[in-house]
């Protein structure tokens, strides 16, 4: 099976500071790969290179087998990779649906300039609560993004991204910040975008959630790949001690 997403020999700088270090990885369709690793590890630096928050020094990146170039985060996304940052990047003064469409906004019609076109308000509305039905994200209150529970504005952002990656979304610590119901929610949701053939790359230091959503781990150690196995009740301390790293 071609992986739809694959990096081959990722390196990164910052000055002295190596980000990324040969790293090789590569993430199924409807799989879900953990990208597990102490802070300043490079799993950030990884993530913000596959969607075009940075640029890689060397290496390459491919979809389905064939290289592409990601140097904007327009690029990723034209090539259907979404990532949910750790800080969610919500407007929180604006509707689920105003921040879906939050610099993509829907207009017509298409044969008008850009700058004339009217908004597609209720096409906008309509869409952003199919996809919120669909990932069974539950609104009391389609309001303020900012009025919403920690889970609730997860879940929004997830479903956000989930409503534009055709291929692959990206998550930063997804469950950081929630309690244990809401989290609950968020695995559901990514287990329902693996059931829909996404590929999912998740960053997360919680090895429950770990063991329970993903099918495969990559474990980095300052900037490079030092192991990559399935998680289970069987490889769990190896996992942990990958991550912790042995002899300094
Ligand atoms: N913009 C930057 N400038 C300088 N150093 C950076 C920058 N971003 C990350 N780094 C460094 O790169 C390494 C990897 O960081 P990062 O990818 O954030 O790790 P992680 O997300 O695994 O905690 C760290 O040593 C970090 O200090
Ligand atoms: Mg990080």
Redo the contacts with the bound molecule.
Sequence with gaps: MTPVLAVRGAEKR??A???LDGVDLEVNAGEVLALL??????????IKCLSGALALDRGMIEMDGRRVSIHTPADARELGIETVYQDLALFDNLRPADNFYAGREAAGPRWLPRSIRVLKRHEMTVTTRQTLARLQVNLDDHGAVGLLSGGQRQGVAVARAAAFASRVVILDEPTAALGVRESRRVLDLILRLREEGKALIVVSHAMDHVMEVADRAVV?RR?RKVGELVPSAETHAEIVSLIVGGGG
């Design positions: 910052f000055g500071v190596v980000g690793g102490d802070n300043g590890a490079g799993k950030s630096t990884l980095m900037g």
